[in-house]
């Protein structure tokens, strides 16, 4: 009795491609089940408008005015409020010390495209920054310190932290 020498090799074949295809059947179901997309996310695109902006100082009615930073969207996709899932603005002083700044009194859901916005430094406690889309909303705000370069920044969360736009500025 003669044996087919290939006979052995076509069956190794043949479960090698089995083990591998479903291996790959595997891996397309748990990225489906935990969320892995298949394409890339759209990049979040916007352009803004920054200025400092002096406001009266809430804390020592009749003093000097302090600086408050206003934006706003000229251009680009919708972009929702804060937190995650949404829009963060951080500020990094010049000692590069970060602070991510909290929501104030907002009247809205969104940043809408020409709609302004206001950051300020809020007395009382050293890194707390509000933003408010209500200018008459600032209030107990102090300078911002230390005076340096201070870096802008506006991310989207959803996207893991990719930044939408970017500024420096002196105040």
Known sequence: MNLDPDQAVSEVIGTVLMVAMVVMIAGIIAAMLFGMPFIPQKPTLASFTVEIIQ?????????????AISFHQVSGNKLAF????????????????????????????EIQIGKQFFVFRKS????????????????????FTPHGTWRFTITDEKETDMVIFQQDLSL
């Open 55 to 67: 406001v009266p100082n809430s804390t020592q009615p009749g003093a000097q005015t302090v600086p």
């Open 82 to 109: 804060f937190g995650e899932n949404g829009t963060n603005i951080r500020l990094s002083d010049p000692d590069s010390v970060t602070y991510t700044v909290t929501s104030g009194s907002m009247t809205g859901t």
């Open 124 to 143: 009382g406690s050293p890194g707390y920054f509000q933003v408010t889309d209500n200018q008459g909303n600032i209030s107990s705000n102090e300078h």
